[in-house]
């Protein structure tokens, strides 16, 4: 049915429940939820997945959640933005009068929010932004998707069991790269290894080559590495492939890097590549099997990956928190069910962490797989449940 | 001493692909004195065509590349004699903004049509692997973007000075009217020249994927790296634009061995020193117009 027809029939359906249930006790049989997040500009991509895996968990669900019909309100940040996204999340808040949040794609700009949404009393599910530290800013936050150091710490420890003395670290130098390289470095000495030196990239890096030679020229077993998604990411592998590096016994130990979004376009190149990470499109479960029909249902073009998945699991745990409210706005009795919870995702079984409502989950293993023509992460190993290591940390 | 060949090599190979973005902007903002902005959108169109027709329509690379740098020198000539040869007697600033708008139209476009993954062109067998020099290895496609970056330096320069259409072209920019009652056929060199430019750069868009990948950003990401190099080589100048990718190309390659941690200064210091230093073009001592 098309927007249109729906919300036709959906005013047709008010109007004639208004007509019979005047008397009755006027309670809003919707609940609204504001998604925050770029949906225009040259990270449009990340709302996209947003919106569609929210909408597919609904969808799934029979359109409603706990007996409420679900309205979604989105506002648009273009980049890391943090003062126009506070500005938009108060509107949300005052004149809107959302019962939930979610979204965020970027640190800053959830960083932004925690005032209000600690006054508003607002539960707010981070369904990307990765920075350890958002979750301390307000105990209304809740995050679904993962942080760096949660990923990056099993890798280390990994590395570290396969007998690698030696690694280099290469990072894009801007905060998340930092983060990861410090991640890194930190877990691995502390497993006995070298980090025998530390590139910085900046982060308008086009030439990846001198950095690969670097790193082949540093002596280590394998390289350790963080990029954001798209050129640079490409612009790195194909460098790593065609100055021979994966020859020359430099393994290639990363996260993110083998999206799924990116991960058809970085073609043969991306063959045999080693992440750890929480959620392969591929994941063989039941689980995630309904999730990729969903999304597949709404849209045949859209991706399973970490940021749809967020959003997905972000509406589970939106849900449970409008079941214990019976829809009614309480934010404190929502955030005493969330820490609670624990479900069956399609990335496999996780939790929210009752003290950092961070998101407990298993981190895996995966080595870039071609299965029917498409490229795949196939799962090799699983590190079991990991918590935020980042908050451990400090 | 690895090192330094290691820098010469890399930066050789960068400073031509940055050459071969920049020189369809040599000709257009430099020798038809039109500020054209969208210079990065035209290569993105060459490099997306290019992409199109190796990956989805299995063509093989040597013949999608000619017929991706038609299309976008087709797209150029008709858009100059449909709106942008309006904007050669206006000023710089409405010429600035116009090709902006364009840029952002085609960026949109690109969007919608091909969506906002990078693209990648399949590049043949013979390309996609990589040369051994003894001491270290070399992507084979870097030494195709070598040869053609000195090919089309030498053939763009001799057009420019050598043949009838160079001194028409010349003719034509310096004194439109002068040159129109002469007989020159002013709107045909005109609409050839930005075709021609328009060509370059989706020649530059399809070499230089490698490196700059193409996404619907492509448009404007580049630009800054693309008008450095024609301002510091000199407005106009072939070979000055040559020398000035080359040398640009070698700092910014040795300040990633050596001192990676200063991101682009280097890159930045060495355009304001030479601008500076050069205000008309690393060349322009040497050439006598």
Not at chain 1, 20 to 44: D, L, R
Not at chain 1, 264 to 282: E, I, N, R
Not at chain 1, 318 to 327: F, V
Not at chain 1, 342 to 348: D, H, I, K, T, Y
Request: net charge positive; glycine share 10%; aromatic share 10%.
């Amino acid at each position: 049915m098309n927007p249109i027809r729906r919300n036709l029939a959906r005013a047709l359906a008010a109007a004639g429940m208004a007509l019979f249930t005047i008397p009755v006790y006027a309670q809003s049989n919707t609940v609204k939820v504001g998604v925050i997040g770029p949906f225009s500009g040259p990270f449009a991509h990340y709302g996209a997945l947003f919106k569609a895996g929210a909408e597919a968990y609904v969808a799934n669900q029979g359109g409603k959640l706990a007996g409420k019909d679900i309205e979604f309100i989105y506002r648009d940040t273009g980049g890391p933005n943090p003062g126009q996204t506070k500005t938009m999340v108060q509107e949300l808040i005052v004149k809107d009068k959302v019962d939930y949040l979610g979204g965020f794609v970027f640190t800053p700009n959830a960083l932004a929010v925690a005032p209000l949404i600690q006054q508003s009393q607002t539960p707010t599910v981070i369904f990307n932004a990765a920075t350890s530290a958002i979750t301390e800013k307000s105990e209304y936050f809740i995050r679904t998707s993962y942080t760096l150091w949660q990923v990056t710490v099993p890798m280390a420890q990994w590395a570290a069991k396969e007998g690698m003395k030696k690694v280099v670290t290469a990072v894009t130098d801007y905060g998340p790269g930092l983060d990861a390289e410090a991640a890194f470095k930190a877990e691995f000495t502390k497993q006995g290894g070298t980090v025998v030196e530390s590139i910085r990239m900046p982060i308008a890096t086009t030439d990846f080559g001198p950095f690969v030679q670097r790193i082949k020229a540093s002596g280590a077993q394998a390289v350790y590495t963080f990029l954001p998604g798209g050129p640079p990411n490409l612009g790195f592998v194909k460098a790593y492939n065609e100055n021979g590096l994966a020859k020359a016994g430099v393994q290639f130990l990363g996260t993110a890097e083998t999206d799924e979004f990116d991960l058809q376009k970085l073609g043969d190149s991306a063959l045999g590549l080693t992440t750890a990470f929480h959620y392969s499109g591929a994941h063989d479960s039941p689980e995630n099997k309904k999730f990729v029909d969903a999304l597949k249902k709404r849209d045949p073009n859209v991706v399973a990956n970490y940021a749809s998945v967020g959003a997905w699991d972000g509406m589970y745990v939106i849900q449970k928190m409008m079941e214990a409210t019976g829809g009614k706005k309480d934010g404190a009795k929502a955030l005493a069910a969330a820490r609670t919870l624990q479900w069956e995702s399609p990335r496999g079984p996780v939790r929210i962490d009752a003290k950092t409502r961070h998101i407990t989950q298993n981190v895996y293993l995966r080595k870039v797989e071609r299965v029917g023509g498409q490229l795949v992460n196939k799962e090799v190993q699983s590190f079991g449940p990991q918590g935020d290591h980042g908050l451990e940390a400090k | 001493m690895n090192t330094f060949f290691n820098i010469l090599i890399d930066g050789l190979a960068y400073g031509m692909v940055l050459f071969v973005i920049a020189v369809g902007l040599s000709v257009t903002l430099g020798l038809m004195r039109f500020v054209n902005l969208s210079h990065g959108a035209f290569a993105m169109v060459g490099g997306y065509c290019a992409a199109w027709l190796t990956r989805e329509m299995q063509w093989s690379f040597w013949l999608a590349v000619p017929l991706a740098i038609a299309t976008t020198a087709l797209l150029g000539a008709v858009l100059e004699s449909l709106v942008l040869r309006h904007l050669y007697r206006r000023k710089e600033l409405d010429q600035v903004l116009f090709t902006i708008g364009l840029s952002f139209v085609l960026i949109a476009a690109t969007n919608a049509i091909a969506g906002p993954q990078v693209q990648l062109i399949v590049l043949p067998p013979l390309l996609a692997g990589s040369v051994d020099l003894g001491f270290r290895t070399l992507p084979a496609q870097r030494l195709l973007v070598i040869g053609a970056g000195l090919a089309v330096a030498a053939a763009a320069a001799w057009t420019v000075t050598k043949t009838r259409f160079g001194i028409w072209l010349r003719a034509a920019v310096d004194h439109s009217g002068t040159a129109s009652t002469l007989g020159i056929p002013i709107r045909t060199v005109q609409c050839a020249s930005f075709a021609a430019g328009a060509a370059l750069a989706g020649f530059g868009g399809i070499l230089g994927a490698e490196l700059m990948p193409l996404e619907p950003y492509y448009a404007l990401k580049y630009l800054v790296l693309v008008l450095v190099v024609v301002a510091v080589g000199g407005m106009g100048s072939i070979a000055g634009s040559l020398a000035a990718a080359v040398l640009l190309g070698t700092i910014e390659t040795a300040s990633r061995y050596l001192a990676s941690d200063w991101g682009s200064l280097f890159f930045f210091v060495a355009m304001a020193v030479l601008l500076a230093w050069r205000p008309n073009g690393l060349l322009s001592g040497l050439a006598k117009r």
